[in-house]
Protein backbone atom coordinates (compact mmCIF):
# COMPACT_ATOMS: atom_id res chain seq x y z
CA UNK A 1 0.00 0.00 0.00
CA UNK A 2 0.99 3.77 -0.90
CA UNK A 3 1.81 5.69 1.66
CA UNK A 4 1.16 9.34 1.30
CA UNK A 5 3.66 12.33 2.76
CA UNK A 6 2.36 14.58 4.76
CA UNK A 7 2.71 18.29 4.07
CA UNK A 8 4.74 20.78 5.38
CA UNK A 9 1.44 22.58 6.95
CA UNK A 10 0.17 19.51 8.07
CA UNK A 11 3.15 19.00 10.31
CA UNK A 12 3.73 22.58 11.56
CA UNK A 13 -0.11 21.72 12.92
CA UNK A 14 0.41 18.43 14.31
CA UNK A 15 3.64 19.83 16.01
CA UNK A 16 1.93 22.56 17.30
CA UNK A 17 -0.65 20.49 18.59
CA UNK A 18 -4.18 21.96 16.95
CA UNK A 19 -5.27 24.68 14.19
CA UNK A 20 -6.32 26.85 16.78
CA UNK A 21 -2.63 26.49 18.76
CA UNK A 22 -0.47 27.10 15.00
CA UNK A 23 -2.83 29.81 14.82
CA UNK A 24 -2.18 31.22 18.09
CA UNK A 25 1.69 30.83 17.86
CA UNK A 26 1.80 32.70 14.58
CA UNK A 27 -0.06 35.67 15.78
CA UNK A 28 1.88 36.19 19.00
CA UNK A 29 5.15 35.85 16.88
CA UNK A 30 3.60 38.41 14.64
CA UNK A 31 2.44 40.75 16.94
CA UNK A 32 5.88 41.12 18.50
CA UNK A 33 7.06 41.94 14.88
CA UNK A 34 5.00 44.77 14.40
CA UNK A 35 2.34 42.69 11.94
CA UNK A 36 -0.92 41.21 12.19
CA UNK A 37 -2.15 37.62 13.50
CA UNK A 38 -3.78 35.24 11.41
CA UNK A 39 -7.23 32.72 12.42
CA UNK A 40 -7.66 29.63 13.23
CA UNK A 41 -9.68 29.45 9.59
CA UNK A 42 -6.64 30.62 7.74
CA UNK A 43 -4.83 27.48 9.02
CA UNK A 44 -7.41 25.44 8.18
CA UNK A 45 -7.19 26.97 4.72
CA UNK A 46 -3.56 26.72 4.22
CA UNK A 47 -3.90 22.63 5.55
CA UNK A 48 -6.47 22.13 2.33
CA UNK A 49 -4.68 23.64 -0.27
CA UNK A 50 -1.30 21.88 1.38
CA UNK A 51 1.05 25.06 2.07
CA UNK A 52 1.63 28.35 4.19
CA UNK A 53 1.98 31.57 2.28
CA UNK A 54 5.33 32.16 1.96
CA UNK A 55 4.98 35.65 4.27
CA UNK A 56 3.90 33.20 7.02
CA UNK A 57 6.77 30.75 7.12
CA UNK A 58 9.30 32.96 8.64
CA UNK A 59 6.94 33.12 11.77
CA UNK A 60 6.03 28.96 11.37
CA UNK A 61 9.47 28.36 11.61
CA UNK A 62 9.68 30.50 14.86
CA UNK A 63 7.31 29.14 16.18
CA UNK A 64 8.37 25.56 16.21
CA UNK A 65 12.22 26.38 16.68
CA UNK A 66 12.48 24.92 12.97
CA UNK A 67 11.12 21.39 13.14
CA UNK A 68 9.72 22.55 10.09
CA UNK A 69 11.31 24.57 7.45
CA UNK A 70 10.16 26.98 4.61
CA UNK A 71 10.79 24.43 2.06
CA UNK A 72 8.46 21.63 3.60
CA UNK A 73 5.99 24.47 4.21
CA UNK A 74 6.31 26.11 0.38
CA UNK A 75 8.22 24.00 -1.76
CA UNK A 76 6.76 26.10 -4.44
CA UNK A 77 8.26 28.86 -4.10
CA UNK A 78 11.53 28.40 -1.56
CA UNK A 79 12.34 25.33 -3.60
CA UNK A 80 13.06 21.59 -1.82
CA UNK A 81 15.57 21.00 0.89
CA UNK A 82 17.92 19.51 -1.46
CA UNK A 83 17.62 22.16 -4.08
CA UNK A 84 18.61 24.52 -1.64
CA UNK A 85 21.74 22.80 -0.44
CA UNK A 86 22.88 21.97 -4.10
CA UNK A 87 22.35 26.17 -4.69
CA UNK A 88 24.50 26.14 -1.21
CA UNK A 89 27.13 24.12 -2.57
CA UNK A 90 27.77 25.68 -6.16
CA UNK A 91 30.81 28.34 -6.12
CA UNK A 92 29.79 31.88 -7.41
CA UNK A 93 29.43 32.18 -11.21
CA UNK A 94 32.10 34.84 -12.05
CA UNK A 95 30.79 37.07 -15.25
CA UNK A 96 33.55 37.78 -17.72
Do not use: H
Not at 10 to 29: K, M, Y
Not at 72 to 82: C, M, Q, Y
Amino acid sequence: MDQIEETGIATAVRLAGSQTALARGITQIAEARGASGVTPQAVQKWVAQGFAPPERCREIEDFLDMRVTRYRLNPGVFGSPEEALAAARQPDQVQP
